[in-house]
């Protein structure tokens, strides 16, 4: 033996599950929506994503690096995850410097001050985005309108999503069926494939549920969360849809617009600020829907799933707490034959 | 759909090259080095010394008290020296070292003896043998037997359940003794529900070993009350608590024992040693070790004497491979790694795994990414990475109220952890400290 | 405009007095009273809060101290027996005196001199690694190495030489509160007199082996010779389980076991280096390990405000170094 034996505890062997692939597992369930922004806004979301990965990963070296002098941890694929999604809730043309302000207040703030990988609270990339939300309501609600086998560099035709759509028409009194009669209004099937207006990664429906089947397959994530969301959003814009048609939108506009989808599947079940037991996930999900459905039918904005998200994270730690497993063999009386 | 238990578990790769392989009786060792705390509970008391010649199967050291048990000398031999030898804890520990005889003919006469089936001794008698024998839980934990059976008068018990799963990875001890002793251990098991007065029994296997399962139930049509469930592949189900679930349904309470549902457990090993010591009158002096390992030249099955130092049973299978950084003593889930091959083979010892360069290094530990997979494997509905912190940190008291008391140690969170965090390790040690201050509170 | 001004002042100053009044209230009728001997106890003692004492802090400790009859039994290790004379004087009770204690590490089982044989990978805290096994050494007894002492140590006395893989404890910050003793699994730290000037001899191993054994697991065992328990005129050395031992209230310091030793485990400390030449010849490397730690500690006393007496073991320490280069040059040319 050239080298001394190894002793260590018990197991001593391990499942090759590492935190680096599953990192790199959400990546590439990402990659069909990816693909078909590209399709729509051309070379625009190639740049804004491109920019949130770089500087996202960059921030965290220089931070880790320089500020916090502790190894630097830009391999593990989470920073890279946190530039993508990041750039997936932007709408695609956002100017760079606000693309690199976003990055850093998801790397340097959200994420490191908590004291890095696992210990935020908040989803990352969320936090980026609603900061960039609230301090650039004009340049973040600039949709560039979704155009087949879009090649061009200039800026595209803006336009609003279905949701700011149905929000804004609401209020000037139109009912939905006026609303979705609207030249611009998509239909159904452009709602599902991608060709409506939303940030980068909302755009196909079709692209979000692929990778989601996807990280479902490889058991990255469980069905709780996303289906929970879903669900809970479907009753209940549905409730009020069934009562009045004509001032609340259906359920299938709700679940197929805006970043239901994306939220559900990507920035919900986002493993470091979701609940660990199954239990929780299902309360966190439906606090998640309440919230976003809240804001969506009362609320200012037209979209809520980021807050939604975001308001949930703060409740993990108390949902861990009093939503435990059951322990083996509590509370049971022996029955003997 | 096959029985087995509902929260958590694992699959890990299973690696059963040596079910095939026949068990073989190794060759009888030099020199034997026997500890005198093979179970757990008190070591026995030494009732030899140097230079005192030894039969074969005579007592060399007495049960030192209620939980504990006799050990035999393995050869017949003279008794060299009462040395500290490095044991599977990993420490220096009592032993008796005892240098065979090579002209005694009793060392090398291996009879396989016949198959008897009528069972002569009453219950009081059997307990008696068994406590005589020095029969231990043969499936690891190494439990004195006869106090597992000592059952307090006015206990309701209802089922005998035989623990043939062999859930870990590697290790085909059991799966062979039920092929080739088949026969002997319905036997066994009849002799426990002889003593035990009981009217039911199952046999619970793993659906891995289609081969036993098939066996047994040819053989148990003659017999009444003996049946077989086979199970799903799924670990840890070698777990006492675990195997009641997925068998019969109930849920030992927390804190408490299968005895307190009406069941009681035992190892395919122990019941074969059972058989063994009231039929024949056989201490226990040898048990099957399987030796194994992906590099071995010729891994394989072997009966083994208690206190045969692990470079023998080596050398059997064509020495240490190049570039083995592991041994470990036991399977590769709960099995403790040894410091050296001088290290003898004990009651509790179920195989040897030699772990080559590739698969014996620890990933690096990196931070909790909160992904709850050791909560969803954790068979017990603990929640080992929040143990982790609380006896990393000096939490105790809230540990245990946490339940780390109730912890099986059977490893699931430290294998499915990505972050290869030492959960277990953690763990283990806050369960430690638990005990000591529960201790110093009586 | 000035109105508002005005009504925001007054606003202020009134919303002032009423919370002034409610704290008034408030802490009138909620005060606690508290014999106002523990806050001036409590004033006299280090205020550490290191739990030597075995209260939990400092404050405790003065409470257990006013509410005690007899605190003849109670002892604060840090504040030694000059502040228990002011405890005493006080409160007008009897205290007992206690020699002042410092802890020793009795193992010097560097890396150079005892070889590992397995490496460990897991926690690096000695109290796991001390639950799995025996450590990484053939030695079951000597030091894991792994730091839990230096973790607890509350005063900077303790640090890992990174040379030996052994702790180090700087005595003249020690203040003998026993953390250290109490983190240790393996029992190596013990809390020694401190004598004059800091002179100690006692056995700097607690292998239990046999000699051959010992040996081979580390070169400066103790190999249970009996040599030192022979030569010793004042029956301070005991041996048992093949390990001697120097009971410190016998012990004179003559040094005489230090010279018979042939492990050289047993340690001496502080004291001025005599003959050195014919020392030079007997030690083999294990002597020199004990020197090195001599150096160290004493260098990082000399950052500090350099009283008469430290400068007199700066002078000692350079002739000590000496003998380290002269031995250095020694080993090489035997090697």
Known sequence: MSQPIIISASPHVHSDRTSKKVMYDVVIALIPAFLVSLYVFGFSAFIVTAVAVVSCLLFEYVIQKYLMKTPTTIGDGSALLTGILLAFNLPAGLPIWMIIVGSLVAIGIAKLSFGGLGFNIFNPALVGRVFLLVSFPVQMTMWPTAVENNTTLADAVTGATPLGMIKEGLMFGDTMTSISANVDFPSYTNMFLGLSGGSIGEMSALALLLGGIYLLVRKVITWHIPITILATMAVMTGIFWVIDPESYASPLIHILSGGALLGAFFMATDMVTSPMTKKGMIIFAIGIAVITVVIRLFGAYPEGVSFGIIIMNAFVPLINTYFKPRRFGSKIKAKIV | ?442 | MTDSVLYSVLLLASLGVVAAIVLYVVSKKFYVYENPLIAEVDELLPGANCAGCGSPGCKSFADKLVNTEDISELFCPVGGNDVMKLVAEKLGKAVTEKDPTVAVLRCQGGCDVRPKTTEYQGPRTCAISAMIYSGETDCQYGCLGDGDCVAVCNFGAMYMDEATGLPVIDTDKCTSCEACVKACPRDIIEMRPRNKRDLKVFVGCLNEDKGGIAKKSCAVACIGCSKCEDVCQKDAISMNNNLAYIDPALCTLCRKCVDVCPTHSIIETNFPPKKPKKVVEKKPVAKKVVEKKEVEKVAVVKGEAAKPEVKKEVEKVAVVKEDVTVESKNTKTDA
């Open chain 2, 1 to 442: 759909m096959l029985k087995t238990f509902p929260k958590g578990g694992i699959h890990p790769p299973e690696n059963k090259i040596t079910s095939t392989k026949e068990i073989k009786r190794m060759t009888v060792p030099k020199v034997v080095n026997v500890p005198i705390a093979q179970h757990i509970g008190i070591p026995a008391e030494i009732v030899v010394d140097k230079k005192d010649k030894v039969e074969k199967g005579q007592v060399i050291a007495k049960s030192g008290g209620f939980v504990s048990s006799n050990i035999h000398a393995p050869v017949a031999g003279t008794v060299t020296k009462l040395d500290l030898v490095i044991d599977t804890s990993g420490y220096k520990k009592q032993c008796i070292v005892i240098r065979t005889d090579a002209k005694d003919p009793s060392n090398f006469e291996e009879v396989d003896f016949p198959l008897k089936t009528d069972i002569e001794l009453e219950p009081a008698a059997i307990l008696q043998q068994i406590t005589d024998c020095g029969i231990v839980g043969l499936g690891g934990a190494t439990f004195p037997s006869q106090v597992k059976l000592n059952v307090r008068e006015g206990t309701k018990l209802d089922y005998l359940i035989i623990n043939g799963v062999e859930c870990e990875p590697y290790l085909t001890a059991d799966h062979r003794l039920m092929l080739e002793k088949a026969q002997e251990i319905v036997v066994g098991i009849k002799i426990l529900m002889k003593a035990l007065n009981l009217k039911k029994a199952v046999i619970g296997i793993e659906n891995n070993k289609k081969d036993a399962i098939s066996l047994f139930k040819s053989i148990i049509k003659k017999e009444d009350g003996i049946q077989v469930a086979a199970l799903q592949v799924k670990y840890p189900q070698g777990g006492e608590k675990q195997l009641v679930r997925a068998i019969l349904g109930r849920e030992v309470p927390k804190n408490g024992l299968p005895l307190d549902v009406g069941v009681i457990v035992h190892n395919v090993g122990t019941i074969f040693a059972i058989y063994e010591a009231i039929q024949y009158n056989k201490p226990l002096i040898e048990r099957v070790v399987t030796v194994t390992g992906k590099k071995l030249e010729n891994p394989s099955n072997f009966w083994v004497k208690i206190g045969t130092p692990i470079k023998d049973l080596i050398a059997e299978v064509g020495g240490l491979p190049e570039g083995t950084r592991k041994l470990v003593n036991g399977g590769p889930m709960m099995g403790k790694a040894i410091k050296n091959t001088d290290v003898p083979v004990t009651k509790g010892t179920s195989g040897i795994l030699v772990i080559s360069e590739e698969e014996a290094s620890r990933g690096k530990a990196e931070n909790c990414i909160r992904c709850g997979e050791c909560v969803y494997v954790c068979p017990m509905g603990l929640e080992p990475h929040l143990l982790m912190n609380l006896s990393e940190k000096g939490f105790y008291e809230k540990a245990s109220q946490e339940d780390i008391m109730t912890c099986i140690e059977c490893g699931s969170c430290s294998y499915v952890c990505p972050s290869h965090r030492p959960l277990l390790d953690y763990i283990r040690f806050g369960k430690n400290i638990v005990k000591k201050l529960e201790t110093t509170k009586n």
